[in-house]
């Protein structure tokens, strides 16, 4: 079974700074995908970026970009020029090809003016 | 495009009794869609899988017989909680696969769904 794990429960950054958040899982599989949700308190779940495991090419969208190592199994999110509007949970995900998608456990990004 | 939609958004029902949750796929057709259970300050928990036109393939320690999903058609799944519990309540989210056009399966989320059993 595949876990994901998010080590970080609680962080804060300062508005306009970098935080990187960070994420770790365990498979067996080749063939998967990785991706960083966003929950606010409206709860709707919002894709920040994804990332094809069989790419080493690291995904970037905007102001968001991952560290993605294969071999350690790590998948880190680096959010830069932090903004209020990031303040939200964060969940790392993992899903196989054609199949569930399974969360870490989230951490609380408060972003402070 | 890729939107998901649930119904309802909120609901109070009282001890014993049933509630349906609809979750809809608005502007493309999925396969298959994903029941989650989100505790207050918890992770998505995975409850089943639902294909279209099958049986629906639930997580062990989910109870097939409360917790009854029903995927009719291509836009379509019901997740009914049967005989609801205090212990029931809960945020339900559901997701569904929307085949992109390089063969990516992505998951698109509904807004889920509060229940709260008095």
């Known amino acids: 079974a595949q876990t994901v794990t998010q080590s970080q429960p609680e962080m804060s950054v300062q508005e306009a700074e970098t935080v990187t958040l960070s994420c770790t899982y365990d498979t067996s599989e080749s063939n998967y995908y990785l991706f960083w949700y966003k929950q606010p308190p409206s709860r709707q779940m919002i894709l920040v970026i994804r990332?094809?495991?069989?790419?080493?090419q690291n995904a970037t969208e905007n102001r968001f970009s991952v560290n993605f190592q294969k071999a350690a199994k790590s998948f880190s999110l680096k959010i830069s020029d932090s903004q209020l509007g990031d303040t939200a949970m964060y969940f790392c995900?993992?899903?196989?090809?054609?199949?569930?998608?399974?969360f870490g456990a989230g951490t609380r990004l408060t972003v402070k003016p | 495009g890729a939107v998901v939609s649930q119904h309802p958004s909120w609901v109070i029902c009282k001890s014993g009794t049933s509630v349906k949750i609809e979750c809809r796929s608005l502007?493309?057709?999925?396969?298959?869609m994903f029941w989650y259970r989100q505790f207050p300050k918890q992770s998505l928990m995975l409850m089943a899988t639902?294909?279209?036109?099958?049986?629906?393939?639930?997580e062990q320690g989910v109870e097939k017989d409360k917790f009854l999903i029903n995927h009719a058609s291509l836009t379509l799944s019901t997740l009914t909680v049967t005989s609801a519990h205090p212990e029931d309540s809960s945020f339900y989210i559901c997701s569904a696969n929307n085949v992109r056009d390089r063969g990516w399966y992505e998951q698109y989320f509904g807004p889920g769904t509060r229940l709260t059993v008095t």
């Open positions: 990332q094809e495991a069989y790419k080493q």
């Open positions: 639902s294909n279209e036109g099958s049986k629906a393939t639930y």
């Open positions: 502007d493309f057709q999925a396969t298959t």
């Open positions: 995900a993992f899903m196989k090809h054609l199949n569930d998608m399974r």
